[in-house]
């Protein structure tokens, strides 16, 4: 009798703790119309199947091994993906815009180091590769850029930047105002300022008034404070991760 009790409360506790965390981080977009996926696989941690520290995790998928996820993809079949797939996967984007923090979905996506964000500061191809990873995201977001990573250009899609801008982040509340956030503090982070930057002004300038308070709030904050703080730190005077403040 005991241990049924005792089963029975862990099972509850798990339950709530994932319900919890589903909450915190992937709203629900059934208000756009897409197919939203709620299957195992959603939120399965990312694994790459090769051996190697966290730095080797990162760098190797934007390097020149071509490593895989654990899904078997590369970045070339990620960047291949279309608006579609961009919007039904879940489990790629912590491997494109890597964090220094853990992932509370999936604790086992690589995360930034001081080393990884070294290499990135010293390899222009590990930067030019992230550039252009950011370009297909970006074009998702239903903006064109144009120019170099030092020196990026953007506009709206002529033709139909307010349907695929409304299908994926224009509006109140989307689980890509989170990607946004990401995207852009791991912009920042490994070197291409200017682009996370440029990002962050042509969302403001084109977002009408439809994106909520918080959201513009947190791409501020990933946008324009100190890279020490996370975006999720209430606390100004919070001490932060020690080598971001390098």
């Given amino acids: 009798m005991h241990l049924r009790l005792l089963c029975t409360n862990i ?80 489990d790629y984007i912590q491997v494109l815009f890597p964090l220094p923090e853990r992932s509370p979905i999936n604790p086992e996506a690589p995360i930034i180091t001081k080393a990884v964000r070294d290499a990135f500061a010293q390899d222009e191809f590990l930067r030019e590769r992230l550039f252009t990873a950011f370009k297909r995201m970006a074009d998702f977001y239903a903006f064109d850029v144009t120019g170099s990573k030092d020196d990026p250009k953007f506009s709206p899609k002529a033709q139909n930047f307010k349907r695929l801008a409304g299908n994926s982040w224009l509006t109140s509340m989307d689980h890509n105002h989170l ?61 932060g991760i020690a080598w971001l403040r390098e």
């Fill in 11 to 90: 099972f509850r506790l798990h339950r709530s703790f994932y319900t919890l965390s589903i909450q915190k981080s992937t709203p629900p977009t059934q208000h756009l119309g897409r197919p939203y996926s709620s299957g195992s696989s959603l939120f399965r941690p990312l694994n790459f199947n090769m051996t190697g520290d966290t730095k080797s995790l990162i760098v190797r998928f934007y390097g020149p091994d071509k490593a895989k996820d654990s899904e078997g993809r590369t970045l070339d079949s990620v960047l291949k993906f279309d608006n579609r797939a961009l919007e039904y996967h879940h």
């Fill in 179 to 239: 990607r946004i956030t990401r995207i852009i503090r791991c912009l920042r982070i490994l070197g291409l300022g200017p682009v996370a930057q440029g990002f962050y002004e042509a969302l403001k300038q084109h977002e009408e008034g439809r994106v909520s308070r918080r959201s513009l709030m947190y791409w501020q904050r990933a946008a324009e404070r100190p890279l020490y703080l996370p975006p999720e730190e209430s606390n100004e005077e919070a001490t």
